[in-house]
């Protein structure tokens, strides 16, 4: 009998030591948050009612922090807000704000130092922080649904990221919202992540996002930024149903990366649309590329790709290609050129001549931009055909043997409207 009740006993002590038997704690506006803290124990959640908390905060236990109608907590522009330095720690509907501006130091909205694992952050808003969240080697974590902004009057370059994941593996970066940091979302050296739904605006690069493999990229929006999403150094990508639009540079760069999907995203009104360089074995498909000065800049290889049923319209220059040898793209299924010029006498929907995308003319163009005005003329037109005659005066080009007569989205007209400034 008393081994039975030592038994009971012990899943008693389990049950509270796993958070069954949690406390509550209550702080209301003038009381102390850091000592809510440092009296709960392992578990505990802490209610924030709503008022302003001047102060800084270390969590190093398992803890849940949860606002009452976003209460406040200012770092008053010195150090981080929180940091974080225990596993199974939760931040809910708070507003983080004034972190300093100390660059060596990683000052953050929250810092997740290494080790707290299990890190979640929802519903929160992060302002005038020089780093929103650095989370440093904290596995299976999930930022979500947070609202995040640097200090835009600081240069861009003396910002922090609004995002960092460094040596983390299974992150979730969700529906987030980013803008005036420097990078809006900076991963390196992690594995197995998602980001999902994150609207990442006015920064230097929307994404920069280097030697992390295994990982998604899907449903997010990069806007107004110097540079979209830049995925560079990385292999076994699912990047995928993207929106990147008016951005100065790029939309979406593939910089030496491998065995990955691109598919069913949208650049529009970029400087380059997309920007590949060295980039291998990956399939590019079912994309739109719409109203970018150039559409696709193309070099350092980039060869071995499979490239089908994407729409190519109103680029002024639908590829630079920078090769010694002509690339095939349109293998299994042709892409759509608005520039096109050739004929389907079967009606099958595929064009029977060949596109070419770096002709005589085409090269003419970059040389010399006023050639753009007499693209219609027939002189034109003649210069092209007699180019195809005469190889000698053919340049390497991405080649689309039999290119769709009409696009492949249906819905490509939505994005129609948008123009690079």
């Given at each position: 009998m008393r081994a039975g009740f030592a038994a009971v006993a012990s899943m008693l002590l389990a049950l509270c030591a796993s958070s069954a038997c949690a406390a509550v704690l209550q702080v209301r506006a003038g009381e102390s948050i850091g000592a809510a803290v440092r009296a709960a124990s392992a578990g505990d959640t802490i209610l924030i009612a709503r008022g302003l908390y001047n102060e800084r905060l270390l969590i190093d236990k398992p803890l849940t922090l949860r606002g009452q109608d976003r209460p406040t907590i200012s770092a008053r522009n010195s150090g981080d807000v929180i940091r974080v330095a225990s596993s199974d720690v939760t931040i809910d509907g708070l507003i983080l704000r004034d972190s300093g501006a100390d660059l060596d130091r990683q000052n953050?909205?929250?810092?997740?130092?290494p080790g707290s694992d299990r890190f979640v952050l929802r519903n929160c808003v992060l302002s005038y922080t020089l780093f929103g969240v650095f989370l440093d080697k904290s596995d299976h974590s999930t930022l979500s649904g947070n609202t995040i902004t640097g200090k835009r009057d600081l240069q861009s370059a003396a910002?922090?990221?609004g995002i960092q994941v460094y040596n983390s593996a299974h992150v979730d970066v969700i529906d987030n919202n980013i803008s005036y940091a420097r990078d809006g979302i900076y991963v390196d050296l992690s594995r197995h992540a998602l980001f999902r739904g994150n609207k990442i605006h006015h920064l230097r690069y929307g994404t920069h996002?280097?030697?992390?493999?295994?990982s998604t990229w899907e449903h997010n929006e990069s806007y107004q930024n110097r540079g979209g999403l830049a995925l560079m150094e990385v292999r076994n990508l699912v990047v995928r149903n993207?929106?990147?639009?008016?951005?100065?540079?790029?939309?979406?760069?593939?910089?030496?990366?491998?065995?990955?999907?691109?598919e069913n995203n949208v650049v529009a009104a970029n400087g380059r649309g997309f920007f590949i360089y060295d980039a291998e074995y990956n399939v590019l498909r079912n994309n739109v590329v719409i109203n970018n000065r150039t559409g696709v800049h193309l070099s350092a290889g980039s060869s071995n790709n499979a490239v089908d049923g994407n729409d190519f319209i109103g680029n002024e220059e639908a590829v630079k290609f920078v090769a010694a040898r002509d690339v095939t793209w349109g293998r299994?299924?042709?892409?759509y050129w608005s520039g096109y010029n050739g004929w389907d006498q079967g009606g099958d929907g595929a064009g029977d001549v060949p596109y070419e995308a770096n002709d005589l003319v085409d090269r003419l163009n970059w040389q010399y931009p006023l050639v753009k005005?007499?693209?219609?003329?027939?002189?034109?037109?003649t210069l092209r055909f007699v180019a195809r005659q005469f190889p000698v005066l053919r340049a390497p080009s991405v080649v689309d043997p039999h290119?769709?007569?009409?696009?492949?989205?249906?819905?490509?007209?939505r994005w129609n409207d948008k123009h690079v400034h």
């Open positions: 953050a909205g929250v810092h997740v130092l910002r922090g990221n996002y280097m030697n992390t493999n295994h993207n929106v990147a639009w008016g951005n100065e540079d790029h939309g979406i760069m593939l910089r030496t990366i491998q065995d990955s999907v691109i299994t299924r042709g892409n005005l007499l693209l219609s003329s027939p002189s034109v037109s290119p769709r007569m009409r696009p492949n989205n249906p819905e490509w007209q």
